[in-house]
Structure formats: C-alpha cells, structure tokens
C-alpha cells in the first residue's frame, strides 16, 4: 500500500456524525432539554445518570471542556443554566465548540439574551427547534447562529393557528381571564 492510499484510508476514518448530543441542564443537574444522536446512550434512565454525573464534574469547574465516559464534553454556563455539547472521544473540540458557541447565540438572541431558565422555558419550542437546526442525527448542518435564528423565526411564523403550541393556548387563555378579572 503507497502513501497516496493511506491517507485515503485515514480520510475515511471522519465521520459526518460528529454531535453525539446537546442538552441544557438547570442549576441542579436537571435536565431542561437533551437530544441524544446515537445509542450510547439508549434509554432515559442511562441518558440522565450521564447527565447527572457530567453536571456534578462540570458544575464548579472553570474549563470549558472535559472528558467522561469516551466522550468530549464542551460546555458553558448562564446564569442558571448549563448548555452541553457531546462528541466521541477523538472529535475535534474546536469543531464542538463552534457547535456549542452557535447553539448558545442563538438562544441568546431569541431570549433578547435574557439567557436563564425562566425565560427558556418560555420559549422552549423555538429552542427545540433550534437544536434541530444546529444538528440532524448527529450531524452539523449550521453554525452561523443568526442564520438559525432567522431559520426558526420562519418555521414558527409558519405554523398554523390550529398548531398552536399548548403554552401559547395557555398564555393567551390566562391573558384574557387576567383582563375578565381587571374589569
């Protein structure tokens, strides 16, 4: 085998699937949104001992990287909340990073970057969508976190009055019952 086909041989090696999940937690390691990619970690009892043992080494810690269990961990905090991006043991850090900073942005500029529990739960959707924008499977489709941003203002802008989110029933429906009471 010459040089020119082993190169072709570790080239094979990339993967496109570099994201193997993104998740928010809350200051108590809870688990405010996750997306798993891949089966390491099968079921929701699995994924949350992992996440509650990522959160215990990462909560105090200064880094903004880690490894855990064969896998890369970026991170950053807000206020009170933590965000996770997770790659396989050999991904490129800085290509998590970007992934992680886009998410992070994006959410920040959705929530007028009032970027805390209270006011993500509030817009949780648009969050969800968010993370559907950033990665599909595993695989990075967009890091420029304002083309995300104008990505999921469209799709919310599309959905139809019957699609209503339960939260925006819910807000529309206490708003009218707080003016009934104010008159």
Known sequence: MGVGNHLL??????????????????????????????DTYPTTKEQKEFEKNLFNKTHRANAEIIMLEGMTCVYRSSVDLYFY????????????????????????????????????????????????????????????????????????????ITEQTVAQVLQTAKDQLKWSLLK
């Open 9 to 38: 041989v570790h080239q094979n090696d990339a993967s496109l699937y570099t994201v193997k999940a993104i998740a928010i937690l809350d200051n108590d390691g809870e688990r405010v949104v996750a997306r798993y990619y891949d």
């Open 85 to 160: 991006v997770m790659g396989s043991f050999n991904e490129n850090e800085l290509v998590l990073v970007s992934v992680l900073n886009a998410f992070y942005d994006a959410v920040s500029m959705m929530l007028r970057k009032n970027v805390e529990k209270r006011s993500l739960m509030e817009s949780l959707d648009a969050v969800m969508l968010a993370m559907d924008e950033i990665v599909d499977g595993g695989v990075i489709l967009e890091a420029d976190s304002s083309a995300i941003v104008q990505r999921v203002a469209m799709k919310i802008d599309d959905v139809p």
